[in-house]
């Protein structure tokens, strides 16, 4: 059984340009939540997706967008990319009953 | 305000040594509480979590952690730590009463290393 996996590993982009970033969730979840963590610093919930539609977000802003497939697979998007987005992103994935957060390993995004 | 505090940024032991890390939080639901260990480069992997049940639960590589409601603390320990043991540690707390809402709120984190 895969567990969450996360497409690509390492992204470089330049500032003002669009980025998508995939995630296939463990087997039988539907939940996929989406974090950012920059470099020292504790993961920061970004937004959170169940049945395709957005679920719950975190305080950023507009320009992070998502989606999610009947596959429950899942993409984030950041527009209009800066410098401070640079940064770790994480994905995760919950089934039911409740049960913990499982993680992909990241997409580390570096912005120049 | 829903929070998780991790007091301590950086701490430092010698190999064999016992550990405890501390996490505090302040959360208006029932709590379900985890630690995640992230090594460098590398994504969360689950250590211990709590969700109900016997207050001090055992986790992987040794570790355990006890759930002290009157202090809204969930200290995570290891008896004897290993040089593998260094790495970023985390806590996290979310809702038993949130429905499908799994969100977790995240501590920044204290980074733990280990002198032999």
């Known amino acids: 059984d895969a567990g969450v996996t996360q497409s690509p590993t390492h992204l470089i982009k330049t500032r003002g340009q669009q980025v998508t970033l995939r995630c296939s969730p463990k087997?039988?979840?539907?939940?996929v939540s989406w974090y950012q963590q920059a470099l020292g610093q504790g993961p920061q919930f970004i937004f959170q997706?169940?049945?395709?539609?957005?679920?719950q977000r975190g305080n950023f802003p507009d320009r992070f967008s998502g989606h999610q497939y009947p596959n429950y697979s899942s993409e984030l998007n950041v527009n209009a990319l800066l410098l401070g987005d640079s940064a770790l992103y994480l994905c995760?994935?919950?089934?039911?009953?409740?049960?913990?957060?499982?993680f992909g390993p990241g997409t580390r995004l570096t912005v120049t | 305000a829903q929070s998780v505090t991790q007091p301590d940024i950086h701490i430092t032991v010698s190999e064999g040594a016992s550990l405890e890390l501390r996490c505090n939080y302040s959360?208006?639901?029932?709590?379900?509480l985890f630690w995640y260990v992230q090594s460098p480069g590398q994504g969360l992997q689950l250590l211990l979590k709590y969700f109900s049940g016997d207050t001090l639960v055992q986790g992987i590589k040794g570790f355990e952690a006890e759930f002290k409601r009157s202090q809204s603390s969930f200290n995570l320990r290891k008896p004897s730590v290993h040089w593998s043991d260094a790495a970023e540690y985390f806590c996290?707390?979310?809702?038993?009463?949130?429905?499908?809402?799994?969100?977790?709120?995240w501590g920044l984190g204290t980074s733990l290393a280990v002198n032999p």
């Open positions: 996290a707390v979310g809702s038993l009463n949130a429905g499908n809402n799994r969100k977790l709120i």
């Open positions: 995760a994935s919950t089934g039911t009953p409740i049960d913990e957060q499982y």
């Open positions: 087997s039988g979840h539907d939940t």
């Open positions: 997706y169940y049945e395709e539609e957005e679920r």
């Open positions: 959360y208006g639901a029932t709590p379900y």
